[in-house]
């Protein structure tokens, strides 16, 4: 664990005993409580996330797009553009989006333990552009008014 992880399990643990829990904690509450602050594959907690997309929703305009942002770590980059997308369909209210966070961190992690890998942080292709003029309904449609005329 890092010294970060560990300040946060003792911030956690003097929170619990300020509540009026019992000390020391049982082992099953110590182990939950190091789980929960600690992270899990990738030493990322749901408050990581939460910051994360809070810190990218702030200084999103500086950027041309989300892939030139400075993600923390790259699967923060998935899990908040999921956020975003879920957060404006669903119009959620910023514990629901703590809620689906919390769902999207847990099927990272999931997918990476099954040897997956985190997709690259790139930029999606644009959509090909027609070609300039009538289309081929279009010139079908020309042809036939023609042949209407003349026959």
Same mark, same amino acid.
């Given at each position: ?17 300020? $509540?009026?829990?019992?000390?020391? !904690?049982? &082992? ?6 190091? $789980?929960? +602050? ?26 041309? +797009? ?9 699967? &923060?980059?998935?899990? +908040? ?15 629901? &989006? ?28 644009? $959509? !090909?552009?027609? !070609? ?20």
């Amino acid at each position: 664990m890092t010294s970060e992880q560990l300040t946060r399990v003792c911030s956690a643990l003097a929170d619990k005993w300020r $509540a009026g829990s019992h000390w020391p !904690p049982d &082992l099953a509450e110590f182990v939950s409580i190091v $789980a929960e +602050c600690s992270g899990g594959v990738f030493g990322l907690t749901v408050e990581d996330v939460m910051a994360e997309n809070k810190r990218w929703r702030n200084e999103f305009y500086r950027y041309s +797009c989300a892939e030139k942002f400075p993600w923390r770590h790259p699967v &923060l980059y998935h899990i +908040c553009i999921a956020l975003k997308r879920i957060g404006i369909e669903r119009k959620l209210t910023e514990g629901e &989006l703590r809620t689906q966070a919390v769902k999207q961190l847990a099927h990272w992690e999931k997918r990476v333990a099954g040897g997956f890998p985190i997709p690259p942080i790139r930029r999606i292709l644009e $959509a !090909p552009k027609a !070609p300039p003029g009538p289309t081929p309904a279009e010139l079908a449609y020309e042809q036939y008014k023609r042949k209407k005329n003349l026959g």
